[in-house]
Protein backbone atom coordinates (compact mmCIF):
# COMPACT_ATOMS: atom_id res chain seq x y z
CA UNK A 1 0.00 0.00 0.00
CA UNK A 2 1.56 3.36 -1.29
CA UNK A 3 2.38 5.75 1.78
CA UNK A 4 1.40 9.39 2.44
CA UNK A 5 4.59 10.39 0.89
CA UNK A 6 4.06 8.55 -1.91
CA UNK A 7 1.34 10.83 -3.23
CA UNK A 8 3.17 13.94 -2.90
CA UNK A 9 3.50 15.63 -6.18
CA UNK A 10 7.33 15.66 -7.20
CA UNK A 11 7.99 19.01 -6.90
CA UNK A 12 7.00 19.00 -3.22
CA UNK A 13 8.97 15.29 -2.70
CA UNK A 14 12.40 16.67 -1.20
CA UNK A 15 11.35 17.45 2.03
CA UNK A 16 14.78 16.29 3.73
CA UNK A 17 12.31 14.23 6.22
CA UNK A 18 9.68 12.92 4.41
CA UNK A 19 10.62 13.52 0.49
CA UNK A 20 10.53 10.11 -1.66
CA UNK A 21 13.42 12.39 -3.74
CA UNK A 22 15.58 13.12 -1.14
CA UNK A 23 18.46 10.47 -1.10
CA UNK A 24 20.23 11.87 1.66
CA UNK A 25 17.14 12.47 3.92
CA UNK A 26 14.46 10.45 6.44
CA UNK A 27 12.61 9.15 3.62
CA UNK A 28 9.82 8.55 6.23
CA UNK A 29 6.85 6.81 5.19
CA UNK A 30 3.18 6.78 6.77
CA UNK A 31 -0.03 5.07 6.60
CA UNK A 32 -3.64 4.69 8.52
CA UNK A 33 -4.05 2.59 11.36
CA UNK A 34 -8.09 3.32 11.87
CA UNK A 35 -8.13 6.33 13.40
CA UNK A 36 -4.98 6.81 13.81
CA UNK A 37 -1.23 7.37 11.26
CA UNK A 38 1.46 5.48 11.95
CA UNK A 39 5.62 5.58 11.32
CA UNK A 40 8.02 3.13 11.73
CA UNK A 41 11.56 4.79 11.92
CA UNK A 42 15.13 2.76 12.92
CA UNK A 43 17.58 6.07 13.62
CA UNK A 44 21.14 5.48 12.63
CA UNK A 45 23.67 4.74 15.59
CA UNK A 46 24.80 8.39 15.18
CA UNK A 47 21.73 9.66 15.64
CA UNK A 48 22.42 10.49 19.73
CA UNK A 49 21.76 12.86 22.23
CA UNK A 50 23.71 11.30 25.38
CA UNK A 51 25.13 8.01 24.62
CA UNK A 52 22.11 5.24 23.93
CA UNK A 53 19.50 7.74 23.46
CA UNK A 54 17.95 9.46 20.54
CA UNK A 55 18.97 12.59 19.33
CA UNK A 56 15.82 15.03 19.97
CA UNK A 57 16.12 17.03 16.89
CA UNK A 58 15.42 13.86 15.22
CA UNK A 59 12.45 13.10 17.00
CA UNK A 60 11.05 16.50 16.57
CA UNK A 61 11.85 16.55 12.74
CA UNK A 62 9.94 12.59 12.89
CA UNK A 63 6.86 14.48 14.38
CA UNK A 64 6.81 17.35 12.23
CA UNK A 65 6.94 15.39 8.57
CA UNK A 66 5.15 13.08 10.65
CA UNK A 67 2.35 15.10 11.52
CA UNK A 68 2.49 17.70 8.08
CA UNK A 69 2.12 14.04 6.63
CA UNK A 70 -1.31 13.27 8.95
CA UNK A 71 -3.10 16.61 7.80
CA UNK A 72 -2.73 16.38 4.29
CA UNK A 73 -4.35 12.44 4.73
CA UNK A 74 -7.05 13.95 7.14
CA UNK A 75 -8.01 16.72 4.95
CA UNK A 76 -8.39 13.83 2.03
CA UNK A 77 -10.33 12.05 4.04
CA UNK A 78 -12.69 14.79 5.17
CA UNK A 79 -13.22 15.64 1.83
CA UNK A 80 -14.24 11.83 0.56
CA UNK A 81 -11.55 12.40 -1.63
CA UNK A 82 -8.19 9.83 -2.65
CA UNK A 83 -4.97 10.93 -2.10
CA UNK A 84 -3.97 10.83 -5.60
CA UNK A 85 -6.54 12.74 -7.03
CA UNK A 86 -6.24 16.89 -8.15
CA UNK A 87 -5.57 18.99 -6.34
CA UNK A 88 -3.14 17.96 -4.15
CA UNK A 89 -3.29 18.80 -0.58
CA UNK A 90 0.26 19.86 1.09
CA UNK A 91 1.05 21.02 4.32
CA UNK A 92 3.38 23.50 5.92
CA UNK A 93 4.27 23.81 9.53
CA UNK A 94 3.13 26.61 11.61
CA UNK A 95 3.82 25.78 14.43
CA UNK A 96 5.68 22.62 16.31
CA UNK A 97 5.96 21.84 19.83
CA UNK A 98 7.36 18.88 21.63
CA UNK A 99 7.36 17.68 25.18
CA UNK A 100 10.26 15.13 25.93
CA UNK A 101 8.74 12.71 28.86
CA UNK A 102 11.18 10.77 29.16
CA UNK A 103 14.85 9.38 27.41
CA UNK A 104 13.97 7.40 24.02
CA UNK A 105 16.31 4.65 23.92
CA UNK A 106 18.42 4.82 20.32
CA UNK A 107 18.25 0.54 20.06
CA UNK A 108 14.96 0.35 19.11
CA UNK A 109 12.68 1.21 16.11
CA UNK A 110 10.37 3.93 16.77
CA UNK A 111 6.57 4.32 16.17
CA UNK A 112 5.16 7.37 15.61
CA UNK A 113 1.43 7.50 16.00
CA UNK A 114 -1.20 10.70 14.84
CA UNK A 115 -4.58 11.27 15.64
CA UNK A 116 -5.80 14.42 14.53
CA UNK A 117 -7.49 16.51 16.98
CA UNK A 118 -8.83 19.42 14.90
CA UNK A 119 -9.70 20.80 11.37
CA UNK A 120 -10.07 24.06 10.76
CA UNK A 121 -10.45 25.83 7.83
CA UNK A 122 -7.10 25.55 5.87
CA UNK A 123 -4.83 24.42 9.52
CA UNK A 124 -5.01 20.89 10.70
CA UNK A 125 -3.88 20.58 14.34
CA UNK A 126 -1.88 16.86 14.91
CA UNK A 127 -1.12 15.00 18.07
CA UNK A 128 1.62 12.94 17.84
CA UNK A 129 3.53 10.62 20.49
CA UNK A 130 6.74 8.81 19.81
CA UNK A 131 6.88 5.14 21.53
CA UNK A 132 10.00 3.30 21.40
CA UNK A 133 9.22 -0.59 22.72
CA UNK A 134 5.63 0.39 23.03
CA UNK A 135 6.34 3.18 25.63
CA UNK A 136 5.54 6.57 25.18
CA UNK A 137 8.62 8.72 25.52
CA UNK A 138 7.96 12.02 23.63
CA UNK A 139 4.91 14.11 22.63
CA UNK A 140 4.03 16.42 20.38
CA UNK A 141 1.86 18.98 18.54
CA UNK A 142 1.89 20.33 15.19
CA UNK A 143 -0.49 23.19 13.57
CA UNK A 144 -0.35 22.41 9.84
CA UNK A 145 -0.97 24.31 7.62
CA UNK A 146 -2.52 24.30 3.90
CA UNK A 147 0.47 25.42 1.95
CA UNK A 148 -0.48 29.23 0.27
CA UNK A 149 -0.22 29.13 -3.49
CA UNK A 150 2.79 31.68 -3.53
CA UNK A 151 4.87 29.91 -0.83
CA UNK A 152 7.71 31.55 -0.34
CA UNK A 153 7.22 33.94 -3.04
CA UNK B 1 37.39 31.40 21.63
CA UNK B 2 36.27 28.15 22.59
CA UNK B 3 32.61 27.64 22.17
CA UNK B 4 30.34 26.10 24.95
CA UNK B 5 30.23 23.19 23.03
CA UNK B 6 34.18 22.22 23.11
CA UNK B 7 33.64 22.17 27.28
CA UNK B 8 31.22 19.39 27.23
CA UNK B 9 32.52 16.62 28.81
CA UNK B 10 33.72 13.76 27.02
CA UNK B 11 30.91 11.34 27.33
CA UNK B 12 28.68 14.08 26.68
CA UNK B 13 30.20 15.46 23.56
CA UNK B 14 28.54 12.89 20.95
CA UNK B 15 25.44 14.82 20.45
CA UNK B 16 24.15 14.68 16.79
CA UNK B 17 23.20 18.49 17.26
CA UNK B 18 26.26 19.77 18.88
CA UNK B 19 28.72 17.03 19.78
CA UNK B 20 32.08 18.14 18.83
CA UNK B 21 32.62 14.40 18.74
CA UNK B 22 29.91 13.33 16.28
CA UNK B 23 31.33 12.96 13.27
CA UNK B 24 27.82 13.08 11.46
CA UNK B 25 26.41 15.23 13.10
CA UNK B 26 26.12 18.88 12.87
CA UNK B 27 28.63 20.18 15.70
CA UNK B 28 27.33 23.54 16.01
CA UNK B 29 29.60 26.07 17.77
CA UNK B 30 27.71 28.66 19.94
CA UNK B 31 29.69 31.83 21.76
CA UNK B 32 28.19 34.58 23.89
CA UNK B 33 27.69 38.21 22.00
CA UNK B 34 27.10 40.58 25.08
CA UNK B 35 23.91 39.47 26.68
CA UNK B 36 23.17 37.05 23.72
CA UNK B 37 24.67 33.59 22.58
CA UNK B 38 25.28 33.04 18.41
CA UNK B 39 25.39 30.20 16.26
CA UNK B 40 26.24 30.59 12.88
CA UNK B 41 24.84 27.43 10.76
CA UNK B 42 25.30 26.56 6.64
CA UNK B 43 22.51 24.16 6.14
CA UNK B 44 23.80 21.93 3.33
CA UNK B 45 21.44 21.98 -0.16
CA UNK B 46 19.91 18.50 0.58
CA UNK B 47 18.88 20.07 3.70
CA UNK B 48 15.69 21.21 2.22
CA UNK B 49 11.96 21.50 2.89
CA UNK B 50 10.17 22.72 -0.12
CA UNK B 51 12.72 23.12 -2.93
CA UNK B 52 14.62 26.69 -2.07
CA UNK B 53 13.78 26.28 1.47
CA UNK B 54 15.50 25.30 4.96
CA UNK B 55 14.19 22.41 6.75
CA UNK B 56 11.67 22.60 9.80
CA UNK B 57 12.92 19.54 11.09
CA UNK B 58 16.81 21.14 10.77
CA UNK B 59 15.79 24.49 12.56
CA UNK B 60 14.31 22.54 14.96
CA UNK B 61 17.28 20.88 15.67
CA UNK B 62 19.33 24.13 15.64
CA UNK B 63 17.24 26.02 17.86
CA UNK B 64 17.18 22.88 20.01
CA UNK B 65 21.21 22.62 20.54
CA UNK B 66 21.84 26.00 20.77
CA UNK B 67 19.53 26.68 23.51
CA UNK B 68 20.56 23.98 25.56
CA UNK B 69 24.31 25.27 24.80
CA UNK B 70 22.98 28.84 26.19
CA UNK B 71 21.44 27.10 29.39
CA UNK B 72 24.46 25.57 30.37
CA UNK B 73 26.71 29.11 29.72
CA UNK B 74 24.17 30.53 31.63
CA UNK B 75 23.88 28.56 34.33
CA UNK B 76 27.91 29.03 34.25
CA UNK B 77 27.47 33.06 33.99
CA UNK B 78 25.11 33.19 37.38
CA UNK B 79 27.22 31.05 39.13
CA UNK B 80 30.23 33.29 38.39
CA UNK B 81 32.19 30.26 37.01
CA UNK B 82 34.19 29.78 34.03
CA UNK B 83 33.03 26.60 31.69
CA UNK B 84 35.60 24.59 32.15
CA UNK B 85 35.22 24.67 35.85
CA UNK B 86 34.13 21.22 37.60
CA UNK B 87 31.06 20.07 38.24
CA UNK B 88 29.53 20.18 34.64
CA UNK B 89 26.61 21.47 33.88
CA UNK B 90 24.86 19.80 30.60
CA UNK B 91 21.05 20.19 30.24
CA UNK B 92 18.76 18.36 28.23
CA UNK B 93 15.80 19.07 26.59
CA UNK B 94 12.53 19.41 28.67
CA UNK B 95 10.23 21.04 25.38
CA UNK B 96 11.10 23.09 22.62
CA UNK B 97 8.17 25.03 20.92
CA UNK B 98 9.04 25.99 17.34
CA UNK B 99 7.08 28.51 16.10
CA UNK B 100 7.36 28.72 11.62
CA UNK B 101 6.97 32.51 11.46
CA UNK B 102 7.99 32.42 7.60
CA UNK B 103 9.95 30.48 5.12
CA UNK B 104 13.60 30.07 5.84
CA UNK B 105 15.98 30.26 2.24
CA UNK B 106 17.86 27.89 2.01
CA UNK B 107 20.84 29.81 0.41
CA UNK B 108 22.32 31.54 3.32
CA UNK B 109 24.21 31.04 6.52
CA UNK B 110 21.67 31.02 9.49
CA UNK B 111 22.27 32.98 12.31
CA UNK B 112 20.80 31.17 15.34
CA UNK B 113 20.64 34.39 18.57
CA UNK B 114 19.54 32.89 21.88
CA UNK B 115 18.41 34.72 24.94
CA UNK B 116 18.00 33.46 28.66
CA UNK B 117 14.03 34.81 29.71
CA UNK B 118 14.56 32.77 33.15
CA UNK B 119 16.57 30.50 35.82
CA UNK B 120 14.47 28.80 37.93
CA UNK B 121 16.53 26.05 40.17
CA UNK B 122 17.63 23.24 37.75
CA UNK B 123 15.94 24.72 34.25
CA UNK B 124 16.75 27.46 32.45
CA UNK B 125 14.09 28.38 30.19
CA UNK B 126 15.92 29.96 26.44
CA UNK B 127 13.97 31.97 23.35
CA UNK B 128 15.85 31.54 20.47
CA UNK B 129 15.74 33.37 16.97
CA UNK B 130 16.56 31.98 13.43
CA UNK B 131 17.45 35.15 11.06
CA UNK B 132 18.38 34.34 7.80
CA UNK B 133 19.68 37.68 5.79
CA UNK B 134 19.40 39.52 8.74
CA UNK B 135 15.50 39.01 8.96
CA UNK B 136 13.76 36.69 11.56
CA UNK B 137 11.99 33.60 10.34
CA UNK B 138 11.29 31.38 12.92
CA UNK B 139 11.21 31.72 16.63
CA UNK B 140 11.77 28.89 19.43
CA UNK B 141 11.79 28.30 23.22
CA UNK B 142 13.26 25.59 24.77
CA UNK B 143 12.89 24.76 28.55
CA UNK B 144 15.77 23.20 29.32
CA UNK B 145 16.59 21.17 32.33
CA UNK B 146 19.91 20.05 34.26
CA UNK B 147 20.64 16.40 33.83
CA UNK B 148 19.63 14.38 36.24
CA UNK B 149 22.50 11.96 37.79
CA UNK B 150 20.75 9.28 36.73
CA UNK B 151 19.58 10.27 33.29
CA UNK B 152 18.27 7.15 31.59
CA UNK B 153 18.62 5.05 34.01
Known amino acids: MKAFQDHYPENLAHCYGCGRLNTHGHQIKTH ?47 QGREMDTLPPFRFVTGSLKVDFLKPTPLAATLEIRGRVKEIKGRKVIVETTVLAGGVATVRGEVVAVQMPENFGA
Open 32 to 78: WDGEETVTHFTPESYHTAVPGFTYGGLIASLIDCHSTGTAAAAMYRA
